[in-house]
Nanobody, 117 residues
Framework: QVQLVGSGGGSVHPGGSLRLSCAAY????????MSWYRQAPGKDREFVAS????????DYGDPVKDRFIISRDNAKHMVYLQMNNLQPEDTALYFC??????????WGQGTQVTVSS
């Protein structure tokens, strides 16, 4: 059964850090690009970061550039999002996504990140 299981969310103060993890089950993760998206209440889902199948290329949304780092470990079937200098506007439900040309798209269930003082 295909699953993407996100974890690592929580509540932090502004300026804090969190590391999200996404575990992949039931498909060959190394054949997929992986991305993180987020959705705040009342807002559309927003692109956060992506990483190519082998990890050689990354891309980031403007709001998180220079603060977030996406990485992957295909041997462990894992994708990570290191989030530094978190701000209240980063508060959202964070989703991981598996995608690739000609391949089905898989979404994780979301993990909550809350940044407040």
């Amino acid at each position: 059964q295909v699953q993407l299981v996100g974890s690592g969310g929580g509540s932090v103060h502004p300026g804090g850090s969190l590391r999200l993890s996404c575990a992949a089950y039931g498909f060959t993760i190394e054949r997929y690009s992986m991305s993180w998206y987020r959705q705040a209440p009342g807002k559309d889902r927003e692109f956060v970061a992506s990483i190519s199948s082998a990890g050689g290329n990354t891309d980031y949304g403007d709001p998180v550039k220079d603060r977030f780092i996406i990485s992957r470990d295909n041997a462990k079937h894992m994708v990570y999002l290191q989030m530094n200098n978190l701000q209240p506007e980063d508060t959202a439900l964070y989703f991981c996504k598996a995608h690739g040309a000609g391949r089905p798209i898989y979404w994780g269930q979301g993990t909550q990140v809350t940044v407040s003082s």
